[in-house]
């Protein structure tokens, strides 16, 4: 079945560091693919997405490049800031099960000053 | 728009009794989703439901679990009875069928079964 896997956390980094969150995906049509964002206390936030290969998605300074032959959605930035501390989840929809979305475990980031 | 509205925000309730998380989708989305997020499972999807119509209950945990969509404006979870381990935050996400759209989440219920 589709499914996701994103690498797992926590990650820590100092501020301004680079990021990358893995993230790869099973699926046997064309999905859609999501970064989303998590802060405490609060739901789930589309952080950025991409509907076909090597499209890329792009947001706040985020990117993540739809790259099927590696199957893969990996999350990056360049220079990392407190604010960025959050849970990121990779997901995954529209492939071939209608619009049911798949998401990843998420990971944990947190940014020191 | 409003977004997805969840309510209530927060729930304490005492083991046994019955709890009821409502949802009022976004205005002309078609596809909602109930998700339950613990720190030990992470994000789990309990049900989804397309035009009103239960399509995949298999993340239910069990017969005290049930979910309805009466109208496209409308969706509660009901658990009864409610066990501490049902404490929990639990998610409704919208979404419209066939664009390749995001699924939109509300701000999450809370619940806490003592």
């Known amino acids: 079945g589709d499914s996701v896997t994103q690498m797992e956390g926590p990650v820590t980094l100092s501020e301004e560091a680079f990021l990358t969150i893995n993230c790869t995906y099973t699926?046997?049509?064309?999905?859609?693919l999501f970064w989303y964002v998590q802060y405490p206390g609060e739901g789930l936030q589309l952080l950025l997405k991409?509907?076909?290969?090597?499209d890329k998605g792009s947001n706040k300074g985020f990117e993540a490049t739809y790259r099927k032959e590696t199957t893969s959605f990996h999350l990056e930035k360049g220079s990392v800031q407190v604010s960025d501390s959050a849970v990121y989840f990779c997901?995954?929809?529209?492939?071939?099960?209608?619009?049911?979305?798949?998401f990843g475990t998420g990971t944990s980031l947190t940014v020191i000053p | 728009d409003a977004g997805v509205i969840q309510s209530p925000r927060h729930e304490v309730t005492e083991m046994g009794q019955e709890v009821t998380l409502r949802c009022k989708p976004i205005?002309?989305?078609?596809?909602l989703f109930w998700y339950r997020q613990t720190m030990m499972r992470g994000l789990e999807l309990l049900i989804y439901?397309?035009?009103?119509?239960?399509?995949?209950d298999s993340g239910m945990p069990e017969d005290r679990f049930s979910a309805k969509m009466p109208n496209a404006s409308f969706s509660t979870l009901k658990i009864q009875p409610s066990e501490p381990r049902d404490s929990a935050v639990y998610f409704c996400?919208?979404?419209?069928?066939?664009?390749?759209?995001?699924?939109?989440f509300g701000q999450g219920t809370r619940l806490t079964v003592v």
């Open positions: 996400a919208s979404s419209r069928e066939g664009d390749r759209s995001e699924a939109f």
């Open positions: 699926a046997t049509g064309y999905p859609s």
């Open positions: 991409a509907t076909k290969a090597d």
């Open positions: 997901a995954l929809s529209g492939a071939n099960t209608g619009n049911q979305f798949y």
């Open positions: 205005s002309g989305h078609n596809s």
């Open positions: 439901f397309n035009n009103n119509v239960p399509i995949d």
